[in-house]
């Protein structure tokens, strides 16, 4: 897929602060003693701060890693990131804090998660209400299993 190392060019850094594209990834990591998903999302800092902004009566927000934006930050993912179980019941989504560097923002949450990822659903719409080209790779790690999603505009929920 030409899309795969396009991403992960641009995603290692080798990027300018301005950018013409929007894009952000997820890693996913089952913890099998812990039972919890690890989450590590990695977004465009100037990105997360418009999306940011324009839910904030549009008052600039500035991220940086001793800001007080970390409620703000962890308000909006939970909005836009949310695994439901095979029941279709959202599952609790705790908020462990952010870090920048150079031009990108991780967000780090954890998911209390027992039981199979199948008829499981995903919702990555993160930044998709600011950009309309907006791609949120997704990779999820268990035990047995690896795989990637890709989530977009029309396309922001995955069964998994």
């Not at 308000?75 to 095979?86: C, D, G, H, Q, T």
């Not at 279709?88 to 560097?101: D, I, S």
């Not at 949450?109 to 790779?137: A, H, R």
């Amino acid at each position: 897929m030409i899309l795969f190392p396009f991403l992960l060019f641009f995603l290692t850094g080798a990027v300018s602060a301005v950018h013409d594209y929007h894009v952000s990834v997820t890693q996913m990591q089952y913890n099998a003693a812990q039972k919890t998903f690890e989450v590590s999302i990695r977004i465009f800092t100037d990105d997360l701060e418009r999306a940011l902004s324009q839910g904030n009566a549009n008052q600039r927000v500035v991220i940086k890693n001793d800001d007080k934006n970390g409620p703000m930050v962890e308000r909006y993912l939970l909005k836009s990131f949310v695994l439901l179980n095979s029941q279709k019941k959202p599952l609790p989504v705790k908020y462990l804090g952010k870090e920048q560097e150079e031009d990108a923002t991780w967000v780090y949450l954890e998911i209390p998660f027992q039981g199979p990822l199948e008829g499981c659903k995903l919702q990555n719409s993160t930044l998709m209400e600011v950009f309309e080209d907006q791609v949120n790779m997704t990779n999820i790690k268990t035990a047995s299993d690896k795989r990637t999603f890709l989530f977009k505009k029309g396309q922001a929920v995955h069964i998994l």
